[in-house]
């Protein structure tokens, strides 16, 4: 109990027992007022007393309410310190990823510089390729225009072998020719002799002429492209080898269904060169064999022309298509040596290669190509 109540309720019993014990003297009632105005009077401090009691009480309550609020403040100020402390724990990662993120920044920065650089160094290039493809083009057409001139020069060139200097041959044959019919009982046979020895010089100068003057076209010619039966052109010029002469004993196997884009008469030139080559280059032997077909080497679809001929050094091969060049004498094997020469002309023409390989008397193999896509069988 509080101190305050134990004090009252001890006055009160005092108070009790001094009521009973005092004696009732005459002029009683002038006392019994007296102390009925004191019991009053106490009771009314005694109603104060617990009026402030009261309003104590409500006092302490309001304190207890507001050390109830204080500890729920204190409780809020913990929760918004640790929701502070978390929002700078957020606020210190987000920072690290900003500084990530500039560096990154920074360091696309820097690639981009550096792609600048290279930009600008490509662009330096490409300003010196230009420049480099403009004198390029200078050059080809300053070429152009000579290779023009040029042409007109091989025009004029080619119209003069073909009347100036074959008249002089047609009269050294032509003289000669009368001088064996109309004077040969005049002349010895080593007077004969020469005569015809300058009949034949005149005759294989005419056919170098020719071959000089088909040579000089093919370079002019323009290319009319289409596709053709190959193996059926094949056959075709080598009956008509066999029709020439009929007494050669020749196997011939030609493959069939073989096509091709090329130009028929520039393809026909080539094959008749290639195929009468093998034809000249296997009449020392008693039973030849001649074959066309197509082979892939290196993955690249190829034809090609075999004999058992004659055949030639391998060493000697890069001498094979030059004009005028011969791995044979002309007392062996006939010619001019413009055939091979026309040949690889025609392939370039329409942008194929062509090769040989051989062996001294082992024959010889022939490739040509005629473009990347030129090449078909029929059966594909």
Known sequence: MNSPELALGEQEKLWEAEYVASPGPPGADRDGNAIELSQRA??????????????????????????????????????????MVNILDDFSEEKSRLEEMQRAVLNILDDFEAEKNKVDLANLQLEKEIEERKRVETEIQGVNTQLFAANKELEAFSYSVSHDLRAPLRTIDGFSHALLEDCADRLDDEGKAHLNRIRSATQRMGLLIDDLLNLSRLSRAELHTQSLDISALASTIACD???????????LRIEEGLKTMADPGLLRVALENLLSNAWKFTSKRESAHIEFGMAVGNGTPAFFIRDDGAGFDPAYADRLFGVFQRLHAMTEFAGTGVGLATVQRIVQRHGGRIWAESAVDRGATFYFTLGETATLRSAL
């Open 241 to 251: 080898l066999q029709k020439a002469q009929p007494e050669r004993q020749i196997e």
């Open 42 to 83: 106490f009771l009314n401090i005694l109603e104060d007393f617990a009026a402030e009691k009261a309003r104590m009480e409500g006092a302490q309550r309001a304190v207890l309410n507001i050390l109830e609020d204080s500890v729920a403040e204190k409780t809020q100020l913990e929760a918004l310190q640790g929701a």
